[in-house]
């Protein structure tokens, strides 16, 4: 057997290419390159996928976090110094967003099960500072929404989506984007919705908030030269919009095929020194990554390789170790470090065939 790549970006986009590059000629022949009919329209759409009244394109899933941050910092309902709770086993990115406002991350542990933050954790780690929950849907999937959005209103807190990895997800009568007071997106070409580059956008039911992203997204203007606003310019690709239009129509049936090849990992892998992630509803969870956990890793991940089959670590270093955050190096954070220490991510993706699945689960079952 041929090596089965961790994900094959080229055989993804494959059945869109002759799409693509006719979108391509006509924005060519157009001539209209930036904040164009294509970002307008995959706004309405995405926000319509969401569920929520607002969608704003910006450059890429980091901003969009950022900019949800800076604008409620224009609209004075955050303030530096503020402190936010954002799980500690996050990509950095959910962490940059807050560091970069002068915001204050407070680091809560994961549940071990979902890998994502627990109310619990939120409780433990509640001061009188705190402002926000940034909740991050980890490896695709939502867990304990309806408790979080009670939480946050109830203690008046802002609850932010980090969504950059759960297109779709969808969790009782929840969407992704839709949960709390504003979520952020990534595009980038590995994410259940990819372009062909970078791309993200902040959805919203805040009107206002939309208003203030969509200023400071573009230098913080509203009319060219007039400057509101100490703005950016983080703004959503025409050509990248226009990719985004043509995939988004099969962001269900990719995230469908995705659900699929995870109930086969979840019921035909079967051993005992393999963990396997836990499912809190089947619609809540768009296999992003379709993550275990192994005590020996090294050995496991080169067994696999043995085996032409790709594996990915997501992620080897915590937030709290690395180097851009030495000042909180001396957190004892033992569930992040344990998750960090065991996790391995197997293939997963809609474009891997029936033969491929059944060899990744025969070699893991083997090991
Ligand atoms: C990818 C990702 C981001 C950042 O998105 P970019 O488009 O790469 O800036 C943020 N948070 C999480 C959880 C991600 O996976």
Redesign the pocket.
Known sequence: MDLIPFLNLQKINQPFEVAFLDKTKQLFEKGWFVLGDEVMSFEHDFAKYCRVPFCVGVG???DALMLIFRAYIAMGKLHKGDEVIVPAN??I??ILALIHNDLVPVLAEPDLDTYNLSLESVKEKITDKTRAILM?H?YGQISEAQEMVDFARENHLLLIE?A??AHGAVFGEHFAGSIGDAAGF?F?PG?NLGALG?A?CVTTHDALLAEKIRILRNYGSEIKYQNKLLGFNSRLDEIQAAFLNIKLPFLNQHNHERQIIAHRYLTEIDNYKIILPKVVDRKAHVFHLFVVRVSDRIAFQNFLLKNDIQTLIHYPIPPHHQKAMASYRKMHLPVTELIHQEVVSIPMSPVLTEQEVSHIIDVINSY
Do not use: E, F, H
């Open positions: 890429n899933g980091l996050t990509y990115a959910s991050v980890l980090d950059a990895q990534s980038y994410k970078d993200g």
